[in-house]
């Protein structure tokens, strides 16, 4: 019994090893990033500046607190604060987004492949919702939706499609977290469609089962990317 015990954890030990999916930890107390390699020594993420070389000023982003435009067809603005923006989050794996929305605004399907994100909603109401990956033959899809208010949190866990929809009358604002300093973003309708070179539209026949000239007319279309990155 005891074998089969050691056994047991060993080959739980290892899978938890697998696992793990998150940022590399930092190897130091800091980590800012630095745009020229010969300036500093590369340790995981980017390239870190020589700590003696480092300001406060890496470790700050101003301005959150104002809206950001949501003037486009999506009625939404995501403005994203991950490493890119404040180089001190090199390594530490978190990042940071805004996201406002007009009314019956919309942050379309899009997944994370690098970042969990939790958000909270501080104005308005949000339908959000987001759908498991494929569970097997024959079985479909599972939808996890709530109406979030003020003060509501809710997760959407790493890669998965998500969405958030503001179904108020009024602007709304919530603030996201993200578990890794570039979590990435795929929006879902923009890769599919608005990819350059397109994607073959015998390939988007067969996977979506319509006409061609459905396919012809999304591939036509301007989709926006409702993400800016100060």
């Not at 500046?49 to 000023?57: F, G, H, S, T």
């Not at 390594?91 to 939790?118: K, W």
């Not at 569970?135 to 899809?141: I, L, R, S, V």
Request: overall charge positive; glycine content about 8%.
């Amino acid at each position: 019994m005891a074998f089969r015990f050691h056994i047991a954890a060993a080959i739980l030990a290892l899978v938890f090893t697998i696992v793990h999916a998150s940022d590399p930890s930092p190897l130091q107390d800091f980590c800012v990033a630095v745009p020229d390699a010969n300036a500093g020594v590369f340790v995981n993420g980017k390239i870190c500046k020589d700590p003696k070389l480092v300001k406060p000023e890496d470790f700050f982003f101003p301005g959150l607190n104002k809206p950001g435009s949501t003037a486009n067809p999506l009625g939404s603005n995501v403005t994203a604060v991950n490493v890119n923006q404040i180089p001190g989050l090199n390594t530490l794996g978190v990042s940071l987004a805004r996201i406002d929305f007009a009314p019956y605004g919309l942050n379309p399907p899009h997944t994370h492949p690098r970042a969990t994100e939790i958000l909270v909603v501080l104005e308005g109401t949000l339908l959000v919702g987001f759908v498991t990956s494929n569970p097997g033959m024959n079985m479909k899809n599972k939808l996890f939706t709530k109406v979030l208010n003020p003060g509501d949190v809710f997760v959407f866990p790493q890669g998965l499609i998500h969405f958030q929809f503001n179904q108020g009358h009024s602007n709304a604002v919530a603030f996201a977290g993200l578990s890794s300093q570039n979590p990435g973003v795929i929006t879902i309708a923009n890769a599919v469609f608005g990819s350059k070179p397109p994607i073959s539209r015998d390939v988007l026949t067969k996977a979506f089962q319509v006409d061609k000239k459905v396919v012809k007319y999304l591939q036509s279309q301007f989709w926006w990317d409702n993400h800016y990155y100060p």
